[in-house]
């Protein structure tokens, strides 16, 4: 998390340092959550708590309505043990475990 010198005000930047195989993760890291979209909800009383809470759920539950990597979003609807697969390989080479 990247804190604006106008946070809470502005909504803090949202991305992954390390490679992470999702359609809502960009190639950057970029992680699309709708509150931070054009019509999103965020607002100064959302804590960074909730942010945090927001990414996770994105991650444990995609959506296929707003990707940022298309061919990703095809294997996942498609194909989900390869998509499956993919993703636990690039965890064990890049991830750390929640806690």
């Known amino acids: ?15 992954f340092t ?10 950057e890291g ?3 959550i709708e ?7 965020y607002k100064p009383t959302i804590t ?5 809470k927001a990414v996770v759920d994105r991650i444990d539950k995609p959506n ?5 990597n298309q061919d990703i979003a095809t294997e996942y609807l498609s194909n ?12 064990k080479k890049h991830g750390l475990p929640r806690h």
Do not use: W
């Open 30 to 32: 970029k992680v699309c």
């Open 64 to 68: 296929s309505d707003h990707v940022l």
């Open 80 to 91: 989900r043990a390869v998509f499956d697969q993919k993703a636990s390989e690039m965890v």
């Open 18 to 27: 390390t490679p992470i195989y999702h359609p809502n993760v960009s190639e």
């Open 35 to 41: 509150m931070f979209g054009p019509s999103g909800s």
């Open 1 to 15: 998390l990247k804190l604006p010198s106008y946070y809470p005000h502005k909504a803090p930047e949202v991305r």
């Open 48 to 52: 960074l708590v909730d942010i945090v």
